[in-house]
């Protein structure tokens, strides 16, 4: 079987849509976030969360010491706070004062950006090596949301992507359990 390079699977991955989360701990007394989109759920009992950093990542050893992170999921008049915290063009090292964004300290005592659409608090319970990133699987401590009617950024296909006109519907299979 031939090997895939990174390029061909970076743009197949980019024709899935995700939501976009900042990633934020403790770096000593200074919070601290990073950017990211590889962020789910794992499992509902416990209720546990994984996200997936590079190990190259400047919040990696902050994170690991600290054991516990927050996953704050941003609404869709937040791309530039997406971008700063991605460390994007021109924007320097700001990310230690968490890019100027108004934050608070959550239920549990970790950084949480205070116009993030939802929030959660996790304690790491396990870390996977994943090639050139880790998987850390956490326990969802504390959660919260703000108003329903707030919708989340998206990014595909290297862009960001906004909810013009959102519709519902109805599962139309019967629901798993």
């Not at 200074?30 to 990211?36: F, K």
């Not at 950093?53 to 010491?65: F, S, Y």
Request: aromatic share 6%.
């Amino acid at each position: 079987m031939a090997t895939l390079d990174a390029e061909t699977l970076r743009t197949v991955l980019r024709r899935f849509a995700t939501g976009v989360a900042v990633v934020t701990t403790w770096d000593g007394d200074r919070p601290w976030g990073t950017t990211v989109n590889s962020f789910s759920s794992a499992s509902l009992r416990p209720p546990l969360v994984m996200v997936a950093l590079a190990r190259d990542r400047r919040i990696v050893p902050a994170l690991r010491l600290t054991g516990r992170y927050a996953v704050n999921i941003l609404g869709e008049g937040q791309q530039a706070l997406s971008d700063c915290f991605a460390g994007g063009p021109g924007l320097g090292r700001v990310k230690a004062e968490l890019c100027g964004a108004s934050w608070l300290r959550g239920t549990t005592g970790l950084p949480i950006l205070a116009d993030s659409i939802a929030s959660l608090e996790c304690t790491v319970v396990d870390v996977h090596a994943a090639g050139d990133h880790d998987l850390y699987i956490a326990r969802v401590d504390a959660a919260a949301t703000a108003d329903e009617k707030s919708m989340p950024l998206l990014y595909y296909s290297g862009r960001y992507l906004r909810i013009e006109r959102a519709s519902t519907h109805e599962l139309e299979g019967k629901p798993e359990k």
